[in-house]
């Protein structure tokens, strides 16, 4: 299993996280990790923004529009 290193919430310091095995398929890209000390799991998820040119050259956020 991959192991690294993140901040536990439960312990309040840097702890050694690992991917458990998954049933989803993901093997080692897999978003869940779990604390190897105390259990508490982790959701990484990857953060895609989408970004559009504004006419006066700002870039703002995408927003949806109502209908």
């Known amino acids: 299993m991959e192991e690294r290193e993140l901040r536990c919430i439960i312990c309040e310091r ?3 996280f690992e991917v458990p095995p998954c049933a989803d398929g993901h093997d080692a890209d897999c978003p ?4 190897t000390r105390c259990g508490a799991a982790e959701l990484l ?4 923004l989408r970004l559009r040119q504004r006419p006066h050259g700002r870039v703002a956020p ?3 529009r109502a209908a």
């Open 62 to 64: 995408h927003q949806r």
């Open 32 to 35: 869940e990790l779990v604390c």
């Open 14 to 16: 840097d702890m050694m």
């Open 45 to 48: 998820f990857p953060l895609n």
